[in-house]
C-alpha cells in the first residue's frame, strides 16, 4: 500500500504564494509519475499539474506561468509551487502518484488533501 502526504495548504491573499508538498511512502517499487488535482466546492475534480519521473510536465491552461510541479525522486516527493494565486485557485488540493509496488503490482493513490483558500 502506498500512502500521500500533503502539507502547505493554508490561507492567502490574492497575489500571494503558497507551496505544497507531497510524500509517498509504503510498499514502493518506483513511481511514475506525480500530480496535483484539486476540487473546489460544486466542481468537479481537475488536473493541476503533473510530472512524470523523467521530468515532463503537463498544466492546467488556468495555472500556466503561475504554478510550478517539481519532483525529488530520490525522497518520492512532489511540490508545487502557486505564485499569483487568485481567488478561482480555492480548492483542496490532491496529491496524486502512480506506479508499481513491491508486489509489481500497479497503484494509483490520492492524498488526504489540503486546502488552499485564496481571499479577494
Known amino acids: 500500500q502506498v500512502q500521500l502526504v500533503e502539507s502547505g495548504g493554508g490561507l492567502v491573499q490574492a497575489g500571494g504564494s503558497l507551496r505544497l508538498s507531497c510524500a509517498a511512502s509504503g510498499s514502493i517499487f518506483g513511481i511514475n509519475g506525480m500530480g496535483w488535482y484539486r476540487q473546489a466546492p460544486g466542481k468537479q475534480r481537475e488536473l493541476v499539474a503533473k510530472i512524470t519521473s523523467g521530468g515532463s510536465t503537463n498544466y492546467a491552461d488556468s495555472v500556466k506561468g503561475r504554478f510550478t510541479i517539481s519532483r525529488d525522486n530520490a525522497k518520492n516527493m512532489v511540490s508545487l509551487q502557486m505564485n499569483s494565486l487568485k481567488f478561482e485557485d480555492t480548492a483542496v488540493y490532491y496529491c496524486?502518484?502512480?506506479?508499481?509496488?513491491?508486489?509489481?503490482?500497479?497503484?494509483?493513490?490520492w492524498g488526504q488533501g489540503t486546502q488552499v483558500t485564496v481571499s479577494s
Open positions: 496524486n502518484a502512480w506506479g508499481r509496488d513491491r508486489e509489481y503490482r500497479d497503484f494509483g493513490s
